[in-house]
């Protein structure tokens, strides 16, 4: 047995991608109304009246970072509801009870559940074919096979400007043209909820007429996120009542929650290019260093396409759900593959999408760094996770 080390109790997180820490700046922007300031922003009296200048003032901070106008904005309840919002929402605004037919969706083959499962409920409901498209060996979608999967019949594409898995930065200006020449009407949404952290996501979203984020993936507070509306793209309402969020979103307002995003991500967007550099040089160091100590690891992506925060590794003779198990009784926060409902881990589809089989999707780590992260953690990493991998190879 391998003897403890001095450091046993330290722990390092490596899983950004999933949620990062609430940014003090959101707190203390969020502390009044969740205490004093509690009103629900609906009403008529004064304290209302400050609640709904709160929010106001979110929403306009909000769209102007993510280069939009305060009424293109919808509050929601973070990515899973924006995505859906964007996919059936917007395809019932555009298209709903159309004449010409069912129609097609289009979306990438390694897309968040929360859009693959969105464009499925779409299908069934409305009987539109689903089409999906696969990946590279690179994790970029195909762009030959978006094109193929493209027709004059196809009413909305999906495409992700981040892969949360394999942090591959999608083409989306190449997607935008595809599906200009090749589905001219088409509503186009990209997923941007991994991108903020990394990226001007104003202006690599600029294509999409459907943009959705989730506030902490960046520092906001979870159940906080938002939908992008641009080039007259609207939505159909998802959520029925009070007709709230200019009867787009129906719900008492998050005044809290909408004041800690517009807080987060002022920050993040302020600190970007200095967080990018230093955190791509702890990625770069983790994965070089594990290179170097073990055998069999393949780096998932061209670091290049990648953004900063995330080192997916495909790992020769590892099963990820006993990797990921292993790696947090030694301190290490880590992901892998997509968490089903029982909690087990399944082979990932991402992996899949590329072309891999069974036992090469389901041996892929995600480490994913964020603006917390430190040397001290990559070093805690590079002396543990040789020793792991090692015993379960052994």
């Not at 909820?193 to 520092?219: C, E, I, M, N, R």
């Amino acid at each position: 047995m391998t003897a403890v080390r001095p450091d046993a109790g330290r722990r390092a997180y490596f899983d950004h991608a999933a949620t990062t820490p609430l940014r003090p700046e959101a707190l203390e922007a969020m502390l009044p109304f969740l205490t004093a300031e509690f009103a629900n922003p609906s009403g008529a009296h004064a304290e209302s009246r400050r609640a709904r200048m709160a929010l106001d003032d979110a929403r306009d901070r909000i769209a102007e970072l993510l280069g939009a106008g305060p009424g293109d904005v919808v509050l929601t309840s973070g990515g899973t509801e924006a995505d859906d919002l964007a996919v059936q929402g917007g395809w019932d605004a555009a298209w709903g009870g159309g004449p010409d037919g069912p129609g097609a969706v289009v979306c990438a083959a390694m897309e968040h559940h929360a859009v693959l499962e969105a464009c499925r409920a779409l299908a069934r409901r409305t009987g539109a074919e689903l089409r999906l498209v696969p990946s590279d060996a690179d994790g970029l979608v195909d762009l030959g096979a978006l094109a193929d999967a493209c027709d004059p019949g196809v009413r909305l594409v999906s495409v992700m400007t981040v892969n949360n898995e394999l942090g591959t930065v999608q083409p989306l200006a190449d997607v935008a043209r595809v599906a200009g020449e090749r589905c001219p009407s088409a509503l186009l949404h990209t997923d941007a909820v991994q991108a903020v952290p990394w990226l001007d996501a104003a202006a690599v979203t600029a294509p999409a007429d459907l943009v959705s984020v989730s506030a902490h993936k960046f520092g906001g507070p979870k159940g906080s996120g938002a939908l992008v509306l641009r080039r007259g793209a609207a939505v159909r309402p998802r959520i029925g009542g009070g007709g709230q969020e200019r009867g787009r979103r129906s719900g008492t307002p998050n005044v809290a929650g909408a004041v800690g995003t517009a807080a987060a991500l002022a920050a993040t967007v302020a600190e970007r290019g200095s967080t990018v550099a230093r955190v791509r040089a702890l990625r770069d160091r983790l994965g070089d260093g594990l290179a170097g100590r073990l055998c069999g690891v393949t780096e998932s992506g061209r670091r290049e396409d990648r953004v900063a925060g995330i080192l997916h590794l495909r790992l020769d003779g590892v099963e990820s759900e006993a990797l990921v198990v292993l790696l947090d009784e030694a301190g290490i926060a880590a992901s892998a593959g997509a968490a089903c409902s029982s909690g087990a881990v399944e082979p990932s589809h991402v992996l899949a999408s590329l072309g891999l089989g069974p036992e090469a999707a389901s041996s892929g780590v995600r480490f994913s760094l964020g603006g917390t992260s430190t040397d001290e953690d990559v070093d805690h990493a590079l002396d543990r996770v040789p020793h792991v991998v090692e015993r379960l190879r052994n």
